[in-house]
């Protein structure tokens, strides 16, 4: 079993920075595949990035891809999202996710943290 608790979330201008923090306990998420998710009112929950928690490779969205950056510290066993130039249509609901490397389902997801972009 893995928790997933996230943080970091909050309120900022537009070109703004934010950085999220997802603290996994259960397991080493080393073993895993953990990503950043996001929902927007009335829109669908959307990937963000990923990282494997084995190799540190990392990959994003489009929309997100030279502005946010996803890192791991296995030692704190955390994940982290450091968003930058920040835009209103990022505003949503930010999840982390994890699951195994062997499934493409997602077994653990975090209660989420909001983040409110203002023009």
């Known amino acids: 079993q893995v928790q997933l608790v996230e943080s970091g979330g909050g309120s900022v201008q537009a070109g703004g920075s934010l950085r999220l923090s997802c603290a996994a306990s259960?397991?080493?998420?080393?073993?895993?595949?953990m990503s950043w998710f996001r929902q927007a009112p009335g829109k669908d929950r959307e990937f963000v990035a990923r990282?494997?928690?084995?190799?540190?490779?990392?990959g994003y969205s489009d929309s997100v891809r030279g502005r946010f950056t996803m890192s791991g510290d296995n030692a704190k066993n955390t994940v982290y999202l450091q968003m930058n130039s920040l835009k209103p249509e990022d505003t949503a609901v930010y999840y982390c996710?994890?699951?195994?490397?062997?499934?493409?389902?997602?077994?653990?997801w975090g209660q989420g943290t909001q983040v409110t972009v203002s023009s």
């Open positions: 259960g397991r080493t998420f080393s073993s895993y595949t």
């Open positions: 990282i494997n928690g084995n190799t540190g490779t990392t």
């Open positions: 996710a994890a699951r195994r490397m062997s499934t493409v389902l997602y077994d653990y």
